[in-house]
C-alpha cells in the first residue's frame, strides 16, 4: 500500500470513529428549548483573542491570544477573519497570518494557547480557504502562486493573480501528508462532511455561483448540484459558508456586497449566509425570519442578529435563543458546536 492509499485509509477511518462517537454520545440541542448547556460557541473579541463561551455561562473564557497575527505584514486583519477555523474536535484553531508572501499558515492549540506554523506561504485563502476533515485529523489548504511579480505604485507587496495549483493536507499532529485531493473543476469553498458509509466527502462550488461538486478525497465529482441565481461581488469568490455534517444542506450568501462583513469592510469570505438551502430539493430551508446562518448542524442551524444568536431547525422550529457575552457579541466570525460535538 503506497503512502496516498494509507493517508486515505487513514482519513476514512478516523471520519468512520468521529461519527460514530458522535453518534453514540451527542446530547442533541433538539427539544430542549432552553438555552443553558446547548453547546459551546467561539468568537474575537476586539482585544485580539479568541474566547470560549459555554452557552448559559456568566461569560467567555480567552483561549488563544492572536494578537501575534498583528506583527505580520498586508491587511492583517481581512485575512484573518477569511481565513480563521476550528477543527471539529474544537481542539486546533488554523488561520493564516499576513497579508503578504511572507504570510504562514498556523496553528494554535486550544488547551495550551500554544502557536506553532504549519506551512509558509504562497497559501490561498481567497478562494480555497483552509478546511478541515470532519474528524479534525487534518486540514486541507491550497498551494497555488497566488504573489505575482508586479507591483502597485509605491507599494512593496506584489499583486495577488490568479493562479491554481495542488492541494495539501496538514495535520496539528503529523504536520504536512501527501497530496490527495486533485479538484477537476476551478471553484472556491471546499467544505467536508462525513457520507453515510463513513468515508469523508465534500461540497465545493465553481467560479460562477450556478452549481455545486461533491468529491470524494481524491477530488472525483460524484454529483452535481445546481444553484441558479446566486449572486456576490466581483471576483465571485463567494457563496457557500458551510454543509451540515451530512452534506444535505447547505448555508450559502446571496447578494454580498462590498460591505457585507459583520462590522463593515469587505472580506473575501462570507462571515454569514443568508439563507439555507435543501441540497436534496433545491428549496430554502429554515426559517424565513431567522434566515442567516452562520453554521450548520445535525438538527439545525444557527441564526445570528447582532448580539443574539438563536438555534433554527431545518423545519423552520425555533430551539432556543441566547444573547451573547460582551467579549464577543461583535465578533465578526462565530463558531459554534452543540453539546457533544467535542
Same mark, same amino acid.
Given at each position: 500500500?503506497?503512502?496516498? !492509499? ?11 470513529? $468521529? ?35 459555554? *452557552? ?35 481542539? !486546533?484553531?488554523?488561520? /493564516? ?8 499558515? @498556523? ?10 506554523? $504549519? ?26 502562486? =497566488? ?12 499583486? %495577488? =493573480? ?9 495535520? %496539528? ?10 479538484? %477537476?473543476?476551478?471553484?472556491?469553498? =471546499? ?6 458509509? +463513513?468515508?469523508?466527502?465534500? /461540497? ?5 455561483? !450556478?452549481?455545486?461538486? @461533491? ?37 450559502? =450568501? ?8 459583520? &462590522?463593515? +469592510?469587505?472580506? /473575501? ?6 439563507? *439555507? ?6 428549496? $430554502? ?18 441564526? @445570528?442578529?447582532?448580539? !443574539? ?9 425555533? &430551539? ?7 467579549? /464577543? ?14
Amino acid at each position: 500500500m503506497n503512502r496516498r !492509499t494509507k493517508a486515505l485509509a487513514a482519513a476514512a477511518a478516523l471520519a468512520s470513529l $468521529a461519527l460514530l462517537a458522535t453518534a453514540c454520545d451527542a446530547d442533541s440541542v433538539t427539544g430542549r428549548g432552553v438555552a443553558a448547556d446547548a453547546g459551546v460557541f467561539y468568537g474575537l473579541g476586539d482585544d485580539h483573542r479568541l474566547y470560549r463561551w459555554d *452557552v448559559g455561562s456568566d461569560a467567555a473564557e480567552p483561549v488563544l491570544d492572536l494578537g501575534g497575527a498583528w506583527d505580520a505584514e498586508g491587511d492583517v486583519g481581512t485575512v484573518l477573519r477569511a481565513s480563521l477555523s476550528i477543527d471539529p474536535r474544537q481542539r !486546533t484553531a488554523a488561520w /493564516i497570518e499576513g497579508g503578504t508572501p511572507d504570510a504562514v499558515l @498556523r496553528f494554535g492549540d486550544l488547551d495550551t494557547g500554544e502557536i506553532t506554523t $504549519a506551512a509558509a506561504y504562497p497559501l490561498d485563502h481567497a478562494c480555497i480557504d483552509p478546511a478541515w476533515l470532519p474528524d479534525g485529523s487534518a486540514l486541507l489548504v491550497h498551494r497555488a502562486a =497566488v504573489w505575482g511579480a508586479a507591483t502597485a505604485e509605491g507599494d512593496a507587496t506584489p499583486l %495577488p =493573480v490568479a493562479a491554481w495549483g495542488d492541494t495539501e493536507w496538514y495535520s %496539528p499532529d503529523a504536520g504536512q501528508l501527501p497530496t490527495t485531493v486533485e479538484l %477537476p473543476e476551478d471553484g472556491c469553498r =471546499v467544505r467536508w462532511y462525513t457520507a453515510e458509509d +463513513g468515508s469523508a466527502q465534500a /461540497i465545493y462550488h465553481d467560479l460562477q455561483l !450556478t452549481e455545486f461538486y @461533491r468529491i470524494d478525497t481524491d477530488g472525483a465529482v460524484l454529483d452535481t448540484v445546481n444553484i441558479p441565481g446566486l449572486t456576490g461581488t466581483e471576483p465571485l469568490t463567494i457563496g457557500l459558508v458551510d454543509t451540515d455534517p451530512a452534506g444535505r444542506y447547505a448555508c450559502v =450568501v446571496d447578494g454580498y456586497g462590498p460591505y457585507g462583513a459583520f &462590522k463593515g +469592510g469587505f472580506t /473575501i469570505r462570507a462571515e454569514s449566509g443568508t439563507r *439555507v438551502i435543501d441540497l436534496a430539493s433545491g428549496e $430554502a430551508a429554515g426559517s424565513e425570519e431567522s434566515a442567516s446562518c452562520t453554521s450548520l448542524h445535525d438538527d439545525g442551524y444557527v441564526s @445570528r442578529d447582532g448580539a !443574539t444568536a438563536a438555534f433554527i431547525g431545518y423545519d423552520g422550529s425555533a &430551539k432556543w435563543s441566547a444573547t451573547l457575552p460582551g467579549a /464577543i457579541k461583535e465578533s465578526p466570525v462565530l463558531f459554534f458546536y452543540p453539546d457533544g460535538e467535542e
